[in-house]
């Protein structure tokens, strides 16, 4: 079955970086787009990044263009989001995709002083 397992979520200051990690399984991982969306306490789900099954195109929300870097290692089934420059608006439950219907449990991002 489909599994998406996120990580590498946590506490950081305003200015920091994180990486998070979506190891995936029980499927073809590389035949697929991948994203990355967030949730904010009292706020929508809302996508964040989005790339295709072998990486050559991406797309970003504005709120994250020039921040944020998707990308994924197909022969590890994986798909990152680098996160620069956090603000404490990014603070958000984020959650893997692999579109257009399965969901990863999410990992919390908090940023702040």
């Known amino acids: 079955q489909v599994q998406l397992v996120e990580s590498g979520g946590g506490l950081v200051q305003p200015g920091g970086s994180l990486r998070l990690s979506c190891a995936a399984s029980g499927f073809t991982f590389s035949s697929y787009y991948m994203s990355w969306y967030r949730q904010a306490p009292g706020k929508e789900r809302e996508l964040v990044a989005r790339i295709s099954p072998l990486g050559g195109n991406t797309n970003y929300a504005d709120s994250v263009k020039g921040r944020f870097t998707i990308s994924r290692d197909n022969a590890k089934t994986t798909v990152y989001l680098q996160m620069n420059s956090l603000k404490p608006e990014d603070t958000a439950v984020y959650y893997c995709?692999?579109?257009?219907?399965?969901w990863g449990q999410g990992t919390q991002v908090t940023v702040s002083s």
């Open positions: 995709k692999r579109e257009p219907n399965y």
